[in-house]
């Protein structure tokens, strides 16, 4: 299997950090010689009911010609869309955006966006083959208490499924500067705030009020990982209100978003010794 070896040791000194704002990062990686394109269209047409969206998802994966199934929730709730791009190594990176909304909003940036990220992330892996198996996992329900993330996660505990090496979560982005949770991994931060370098982007992690998400029934269970957001105490106000619509978010940002999420990716599927744990 391919790795690079001297990215694995520039982590190494990270084992141990207690937080991301403990960290120096000084990795140099080399941008993506194949960058994603955004595919904005998905935008501007965006289901208002859940179960609608679900299809959307499903319908476009399984048109773009993955692997793609249904893992539905217990209930009723809906259903996890999952679709599996086989690499060389079967050790696995999961990119996760919920598909459901709440409120009285379209749902646009909270999240669609990530949605589309999502879609343009598995165009460019099944025409560019990984290393590392992708699974990419549109979550139900996320907006009632992370359903569609603990079912998925308790699956895992059953034997139904491969448990990731790093989770690479991704709720509403766009609507400002992208930005990583402070609860992350240091050492996928730390390469995250690498790539943001090469677009000489920062990548603050601010301490957000009532901020959840998908990544933490993984987190709980010791998995690694990564969450892009692009919220402030101002924009959190507007998510689940009428104001979340088309022109909530910034086109600009939200392409930016999407190099600087591919190139994180890309440089875990080509450099990281995926077996991270901190201290």
């Not at 501007?44 to 009911?49: L, T």
């Not at 269970?221 to 990564?226: A, N």
């Not at 022109?247 to 991270?276: E, F, K, M, P, Y």
């Amino acid at each position: 299997m391919r790795r690079l070896t001297q990215l694995f040791i520039s982590l190494a000194f990270l084992t141990g950090c207690a937080s991301t704002s403990d960290l120096v990062c000084e990795l140099e990686i080399e941008p993506m010689s194949v960058t994603p394109s955004l595919t904005i269209s998905h935008l501007d047409s965006v289901p208002i009911r859940n179960s609608e969206r679900e299809e959307e998802v499903f319908n476009t994966l399984h048109a773009l010609g993955c692997d793609v199934s249904l893992q539905n929730l217990p209930h009723g709730r809906g259903a996890n869309v999952i679709c599996t791009i086989t690499g060389e190594s079967d050790e696995e990176i999961l990119i996760a955006a919920h598909h459901d909304r709440l409120g009285s909003g379209r749902g646009v940036a909270d999240n669609w966006t990530g949605i589309t990220i999502l879609l343009d992330l598995a165009t460019h892996y099944l025409k560019h083959p990984p290393i590392h198996t992708i699974r990419l996992v549109a979550f139900a329900d996320e907006e009632n208490d992370m359903r569609g993330s603990y079912h998925y996660v308790r699956q895992l505990k059953r034997g139904r499924g491969t448990r990731p090496r790093v989770m690479v979560n991704i709720d509403t982005v766009g609507v400002g500067a992208l930005r990583l949770d402070y609860r992350s991994s240091p050492e996928l931060a730390c390469v995250a705030r690498a790539v943001g370098d090469t677009h000489d982007v920062p990548l603050p992690s601010p301490r957000l009020s009532n901020m959840a998400g998908d990544w933490e029934p993984f987190m709980a269970k010791g998995i690694p990982v990564l969450h892009f957001h692009s919220l402030d105490d101002r924009s959190m106000g507007m998510l689940h209100t009428y104001r979340d619509r088309r022109d909530l978010v910034n086109d600009r940002r939200l392409s930016q978003a999407l190099g600087i999420i591919a190139g994180t990716i890309s440089a875990l599927d080509h450099g990281i010794d995926l077996t991270l744990s901190v201290d």
